[in-house]
């Protein structure tokens, strides 16, 4: 069994920056791809980045040049550092790790609301 728990949301206002963390236990085998979602009200729940154990990225193009993902292997955490944030960024931000022999989990969701 993985869990997953998610930190660092809250309310910031437009323009400003967000550091999220999701930090993996468990039996945790590689390599893995994780990586951050996020689901606004009344959307589907769609990728914004992900990360591979060797580091390769992939990031929506609403994020491309606003996020960076990261990845601390050692502490199984991955971070997604979100700058110039706006109203479209409110979400439930969803952490994802996916293995061919761990599987596929989910955190519970951390809430980013994006206001003045």
């Known amino acids: 069994q993985v869990r997953l728990v998610e930190s660092g949301g809250g309310l910031v206002q437009p323009g400003g920056s967000l550091r999220l963390s999701c930090a993996a236990s468990g039996r945790i085998f590689r390599p893995t791809v994780m990586g951050w979602y996020r689901q606004a009200p009344e959307k589907q729940r769609e990728l914004v980045a992900t990360?591979?154990?060797?580091?390769?990225?992939n990031y929506a193009v609403s994020a491309k040049g606003r996020f960076t993902i990261s990845r601390d292997n050692a502490k199984k955490t991955v971070y997604l550092q979100m700058n110039s944030l706006n109203a479209e960024d409110t979400a439930v931000y969803y952490c994802?790790?996916?293995?061919?022999?761990?599987?596929?989990?989910w955190g519970q969701g951390t809430q980013v609301t994006v206001s003045s």
């Open positions: 990360i591979s154990t060797n580091g390769d990225t």
């Open positions: 994802n790790l996916v293995g061919i022999i761990t599987g596929n989990y």
